[in-house]
């Protein structure tokens, strides 16, 4: 097998921490940047972003919490998940929170696909979310934060939105509770926040959430989904 698709899709992984570090600590005007992923949302703002769902534990749990607390929350789903459990694409919906498209597979490295791969990845899930929802979805994260210039091009040529993270809760290790906590209330104004309700066990996800949301917003940020399409005043 040709290992060089696989790491240059490592090396550009690699490339992106550095980048969500970047737009972590010193925010760029979109004219600087048009071509990247979302990054940041507007002044005062936080976005928390959910992956991999849905799942039929921990996306109701999830949504119940988020009910109480009464914040928004945009869910990057998975088209063959969501083919398996589609009245909770449709529970996500009916509670207000925005949707995206996260692949059909998730299958990693995703930089390394070919053209013809991402396609059917990023457009079969587009139509298996639409089929449970209804919801014609503007917004696409890529698998592990698998971008490259061909994966941004294969979304833009889709008429999605390319959406990344700048607070990464790591949750997907089951880090423990603490962890989590600590990683998520050390957001700012205008970060993505990256959680997941699915491929695993996420009770330390939840319960994290459950000091986390009323902490920041506590700090007075205020919880928002991710926009269809960034203006400037949610990047800058």
């Known amino acids: 097998m040709n290992q060089l ?24 005007s979109p004219s600087a940047r048009r071509s990247w992923p979302v990054f940041r949302v507007g002044a005062g703002t936080v976005a928390l972003t959910v992956d991999d769902g849905p799942d039929p534990r921990w996306t109701p749990a999830l949504l119940d919490l988020l009910a109480r607390h009464r914040v928004p929350a945009t869910f990057f789903l998975i088209g063959d998940r969501v ?10 919906v009916a509670a207000g929170h925005r949707i995206g498209n996260h692949s059909l597979r998730h299958p990693m490295p995703f930089a390394a696909l070919d053209a ?4 059917r990845e990023i457009h079969h899930a587009q139509q298996r979310i639409h089929d449970a929802t209804g919801v014609a979805t503007r917004l696409f994260r890529a698998p592990s934060g698998g971008w490259s210039a061909q994966v941004l091009a294969a979304t833009v040529d889709a008429g999605l939105t390319p959406v990344d993270w700048t607070v990464n809760s790591s949750d ?9 906590t600590r990683t998520l209330s050390r957001a700012g104004s205008g970060h993505v926040l990256l959680c997941h309700d699915g491929g695993g066990d996420r009770s330390q ?11 920041l917003l506590d700090r007075g940020l205020r919880f928002v989904p991710v926009p269809d399409r960034p203006t400037a005043a949610e990047e800058a």
């Open 172 to 180: 997907w290790k089951e880090p423990g509770v603490g962890h989590i």
């Open 205 to 215: 996800t939840v319960t994290a959430l459950g000091t986390v949301i009323p902490r």
């Open 83 to 92: 083919a398996e459990h589609p009245e909770l694409a449709r529970r996500i």
């Open 5 to 28: 698709p696989i790491l240059r899709a490592k090396a550009l992984e690699a490339g992106f921490l550095g980048v969500r570090t970047f737009h972590r600590l010193r925010p760029v």
């Open 116 to 119: 013809d791969r991402l396609h």
